[in-house]
């Protein structure tokens, strides 16, 4: 039996609601897009200063850029993946 506080609920029921549209998806997504874009100003930024002022990409630079368009493609595709709430595969 759960612990009861004194307002006659379970302290973790409170606010607790087992409808899809009560998830955190939306918050997940905006955290993968802030972080990919801000991810893409910082390698741009990079690229920019080492073609203007060092006039060549070195291998490191490409790495980046591999792995940039990686991360966002990782990001798209788990955005885009079906939300299934592990109790409804019971």
Do not use: Y
């Not at 991360?71 to 299934?84: D, G, H, I, R």
């Amino acid at each position: 039996m759960p612990v009861v506080d004194g307002s006659g609920e379970a302290p973790g029921e409170v606010g607790a609601s087992p409808l899809p549209h009560n998830s955190e998806r939306t918050a997940i997504i905006v955290c993968a897009v802030i972080c990919v874009a801000l991810a893409a100003v910082f390698v741009g930024l990079r690229v920019l200063t080492r073609t203007k002022i060092v006039k060549v990409l070195g291998w490191s630079d490409w790495c980046i850029l591999v792995a940039l368009v990686r991360l966002s493609w990782v990001s798209a595709s788990t955005s885009k993946t079906q939300q299934t709430p592990l109790t409804s595969a019971v």
